[in-house]
């Protein structure tokens, strides 16, 4: 089952700019997790953010949670052509007996042009 | 760092053999997990394994099954392989005692089943 849906699908701009990607999911969670993915490769963690937290920043990246609204968001500012890659947001699956398995969205596909 | 090793970067079989994905890791983890990523539908989750000789199903097992006889190890088996089976397979680990639920990824294994 689909916990985390991403959108937009895929997001192309230009180098500087930044990148602001969405994650809406269904069901209450302990944590939500955004990894990223370089074509043909695994996936990397980037940030978690816990259900008590609002906002969390890592280097370029800030996300924000939304409980109240079961979204959450990931900027990435100042974009450079490295960053192109998958964003996934994942988030726990806590009706099957807590946090042990981890739902991934279908991610979103970022292009940055230099 | 955390080393999550799979066999094959690379597998071409024919349909009706059976398939062997290997994978090790190195942290000690007692959570392990297979998913197949496949263009559109993001990962979803084949197998997972609490502990050693501990499995439970993901959401999609059928046509799939698995072995944890030694906890850095968890191979992945395709009894007779289908041409729908050909797909990208990631495998995963996570310590169950650590919080913060971060799974660590392999590189992925490439099968195509002609």
């Known amino acids: 089952s689909q916990q985390g849906e991403e959108d937009p699908q895929a997001l192309s701009i230009q180098e500087g700019e930044n990148a602001t990607m969405n994650c809406s999911y269904k069901t209450s969670i302990n944590n939500l997790q955004w990894y990223r993915q370089n074509s043909g490769r695994g996936l990397v963690h980037l940030i978690l953010i816990r259900s008590n937290e609002r906002e969390k920043h890592s280097g370029r990246l800030r996300v924000t949670l939304d409980t109240s609204k079961k979204s959450s968001s990931l900027l990435i500012t100042a974009s450079r052509a490295a960053d192109t890659a998958s964003y996934f947001c994942a988030t726990d699956d806590r009706k099957k007996g807590g946090s042990e398995k981890l739902v991934f969205g279908k991610g979103t596909k970022l292009t940055v042009n230099p | ?114």
């Open chain 2, 1 to 114: 760092d955390v080393k999550v090793t799979q066999s094959s970067r690379y597998l071409v079989k024919r349909t009706g053999e059976k398939v062997f994905l290997e994978c090790v890791q190195d942290m000690d983890h007692e959570n392990m997990f297979w998913y197949r990523q496949d263009p559109g539908l993001g990962l979803r989750l084949i197998y997972f394994s609490y502990d050693v000789k501990m499995k439970e199903k993901g959401d999609i097992p059928e046509g799939y099954s698995v072995s944890r006889e030694k906890k850095e190890r968890f191979s992945l088996i395709l009894e007779s392989a289908s041409t729908n089976q050909t797909s990208m397979y990631l495998c995963a680990s996570r310590s169950a005692v650590l919080s913060g639920n971060t799974i660590y990824f392999g590189e992925g294994s490439w099968l195509t089943v002609v």
